[in-house]
């Protein structure tokens, strides 16, 4: 099965709502890495977390070691907030490899 | 400025051939490595590499060789290209040896094989 579990697939949102994206992972996740993977294919670092929380504007994203779980908050969504997210964990096992999940595509509309 | 470069940005290759892609990174980093995105599977690792060091290799092909010929550089060989290997090809880069390895990534090189 998948390593890193993503959910929603695909979320739909309008201006000014908030949702949360989430990965459940299945390796025993050291680091979680979210990005946000532009229309234009280049992926933009959002976070990079040991177990705990960090804040960015609009953006909150915590990452519990112990349940598996990471989540990516958005708050006040706008346009440009459009994409595809994705979380990467790192584990023990492998150098420095991020292990991915298959994505959350995000569109907001006015 | 681009910290990571990749060349180029778009290529189009005949089944059977071989070409090279190319990275550099100008963040001072001591780690590199190689992912792949395609239409079937979600972004994958395949390479890293620390002070121009091979420490993993997840690619099950020996078509697919890196090059480190500077710190700062990871190039990727791909020999006897198949319609299979089309997909946009990351580098990315890290630092070691801080505790913090979180990873940047290169704008891509889209490869389709025809």
């Known amino acids: 099965g998948d390593k890193v579990k993503q959910s929603p697939s695909a979320l739909s949102l309008q201006e000014g709502t908030n949702s949360a994206l989430r990965c459940n992972f299945s390796?025993?996740?050291?680091?979680v890495q979210w990005f946000l993977q532009n229309p234009r294919g280049s992926l933009i670092n959002l976070f990079y977390?040991?177990?705990g929380t960090k804040e960015n504007g609009r953006l909150k994203s915590a990452f519990d070691s112990k349940e598996s779980y990471s989540t990516l908050h958005i708050r006040d969504a706008q346009l440009e907030d459009s994409g595809t997210y994705f979380c990467?964990?790192?584990?023990?096992?492998?150098?420095?490899?991020?292990?991915f999940g298959k994505g959350t595509v995000l569109l907001v509309s006015p | 400025d681009p910290k990571i470069i990749q060349k180029p940005k778009y290529l189009v290759a005949v089944t059977g051939s071989e070409k090279i892609l190319i990275c550099e990174q100008y963040?001072?980093?001591?780690?590199m490595y190689w992912y792949r995105q395609s239409a079937k599977k979600p972004l994958e690792f395949m390479f890293s590499?620390?002070?121009?060091?091979?420490?993993d290799n997840q690619t099950a092909s020996s078509r697919f060789q890196p090059q480190s010929s500077k710190k700062n550089h990871l190039d990727l060989q791909i020999t006897a290209l198949k319609p299979d290997d089309s997909a946009t090809y990351f580098c990315?880069?890290?630092?070691?040896?801080?505790?913090?390895?979180?990873?940047?990534f290169g704008p891509g090189t889209r490869l389709t094989v025809l």
């Open positions: 590499y620390s002070y121009q060091k091979l420490m």
């Open positions: 977390l040991v177990p």
């Open positions: 963040l001072g980093h001591n780690a």
């Open positions: 990315a880069s890290s630092q070691t040896g801080t505790g913090v390895y979180e990873q940047y």
């Open positions: 990467a964990a790192e584990a023990d096992s492998g150098y420095n490899k991020l292990t």
């Open positions: 390796i025993a996740a050291t680091t």
